[in-house]
């Protein structure tokens, strides 16, 4: 079993559409989450960490369930800019050690 | 954006053939590291330091080794090159190195192994 799962996708939804991805990570002593954006033959970015009481940035909510071990992330009112591969991330240790997961591809349509 | 550069960007070699990969920083940042993709696979660690001459394995670390010289420059050398090694290359920075620091990467090396 992979430590971070992501359902590749891809995700196909209209512009204006509410988009749901879930990542779930078997580590339970893992301490830190993030999802990263990576656009087409780019470089991660870090899109926003992930914290216990939930965060939201603009149109990006992310959330994190401890007790069943689960990321997600919500993206509100689609835009085609945000056509990308999400990486669901985790630190495992004290260290910064980053797993990724194999990413979830969105593709936002006109 | 954070000022990391990789070179060369693509590279094509051959099997058997030493390859060395070269990420530069101009952030000052005391972690780099060194990722590898593949498709299925996600991003992996291969290597990573945490000061000028050290440096540790990451999970595939295998037929790869790394220099820190300076701090500004890390290098990732395949003594060998084989077919499995064709992957895209990042390097990344931290500054603190700790678990809710933030990892900024470099552009990217393809890299193809005939």
């Known amino acids: 079993r992979k430590e971070v799962e992501q359902d590749p996708g891809p995700f196909n939804v209209p512009e204006g559409a509410t988009v749901a991805f879930n990542c779930t990570y078997s580590?339970?002593?893992?301490?830190?989450f993030f999802w990263y954006r990576q656009d087409c033959r780019k470089e991660p970015k870090l899109l926003m960490s992930?914290?216990?009481s939930g965060n939201e940035d603009g149109r990006f909510t992310a959330q994190l369930n401890r007790a069943s071990q689960y990321i997600s992330l919500l993206i509100r009112d689609s835009k085609l800019s945000d056509s990308a591969t999400y990486l669901c991330?985790?630190?495992?240790?004290?260290?910064?050690?980053?797993?990724f997961g194999g990413g979830t591809r969105l593709m936002v349509k006109p | 954006d954070a000022g990391i550069t990789q070179s060369p960007r693509h590279k094509v070699t051959e099997t058997g053939t030493p390859v060395t990969l070269r990420c530069h920083q101009t952030?000052?940042?005391?972690?780099m590291y060194w990722y590898r993709q593949d498709p299925g696979h996600g991003l992996r660690l291969i290597h990573y330091s945490y000061g000028v001459k050290d440096t540790d394995k990451g999970e595939v670390s295998d037929g790869y080794s790394v220099s820190r010289s300076k701090t500004e420059d890390f290098l990732l050398t395949l003594e060998s090159a084989t077919s499995s090694q064709t992957s895209v290359y990042f390097c990344a920075i931290s500054e603190a190195g700790t678990s809710a620091d933030t990892q900024y990467f470099g552009p990217g090396t393809r890299l193809t192994v005939l």
């Open positions: 991330v985790v630190n495992n240790n004290a260290g910064n050690m980053l797993t």
């Open positions: 580590n339970s002593a893992s301490q830190s």
């Open positions: 952030e000052n940042h005391r972690y």
């Open positions: 992930v914290y216990s």
